[in-house]
């Protein structure tokens, strides 16, 4: 069974940063490329970034380009979202999700809350 | 980017009943299309991929069809389980985007 758990979520002040991460598990992780979709209260979804089977390759909107920094390891079957300079608007329900092209499996989400 | 108008952005229907729900690309995307259900709470799951084709596990009452920009999800016989809120997604070129929503009650 394919599970994804997220973590790291929490209130961090604007400007500060924080790191989630996703455990994954009942699937070769390494053979997927991977994705962090976000989910602002009472709001649509939006994609936040996707990574490479390899890492080598990353994508971004040009709302977070430059602030978060998708990254992976195959061997501890993870993933991650460092996001610096957080904003108010970057408040939202962070959820890692495995991307064979469309996303096909999700994790329960991770609250973020940036408010001071 | 690609523009995702989605619509209605929200529907009232019977048990029973028959629902439509479409997906309009600002450019074609090549039925590069899928369709999420998120329930209230829950995160989004997946039910239809490359347009028509439907998810593992999901119910045969789903289905999807369309091409170039023109994308529509239909429910057959609507039961209680689906009230939720369905959202498009194209992912024929980054950044990948989302349709706003459509949120489905019963009558």
């Known amino acids: 069974e394919v599970q994804l758990v997220e973590s790291g979520g929490g209130l961090v002040q604007p400007g500060r940063s924080l790191k989630l991460s996703c455990a994954a598990s009942g699937f070769t992780f390494s053979n997927y490329y991977m994705a962090w979709v976000r989910q602002a209260p009472k709001k649509g979804l939006e994609w936040v970034a996707t990574i490479s089977t390899s890492g080598s390759r990353t994508y971004y909107p040009d709302s977070v380009k430059g602030r978060f920094t998708i990254s992976r390891d195959n061997a501890k079957s993870s993933l991650y979202l460092q996001m610096n300079s957080l904003k108010s608007e970057d408040t939202a329900t962070y959820y890692c999700?495995?991307?064979?092209?469309?996303?096909?499996?999700w994790g329960q989400g991770v609250m973020v809350t940036v408010s001071s | 980017d690609i523009r995702m108008t989605q619509s209605p952005a929200s529907l009232s229907a019977s048990l029973g009943e028959t629902v439509n729900i479409e997906c309009l690309a600002s450019e074609d995307i090549y039925s590069d299309l899928a369709w999420y259900q998120q329930k209230p709470g829950k995160s989004p799951q997946l039910l239809i991929y490359n347009a028509n084709s439907l998810q593992n596990g999901v119910p045969s009452r789903f289905s999807g069809s369309g091409s170039g920009t023109q994308y529509s999800l239909k429910i057959n016989s609507l039961q209680s389980e689906d009230v939720a809120t369905y959202f498009c997604q194209q992912y024929n070129n980054y950044p990948y985007t989302f349709g706003a929503g459509t949120k489905l009650e019963l009558k």
């Open positions: 999700a495995r991307q064979p092209y469309y996303f096909d499996y």
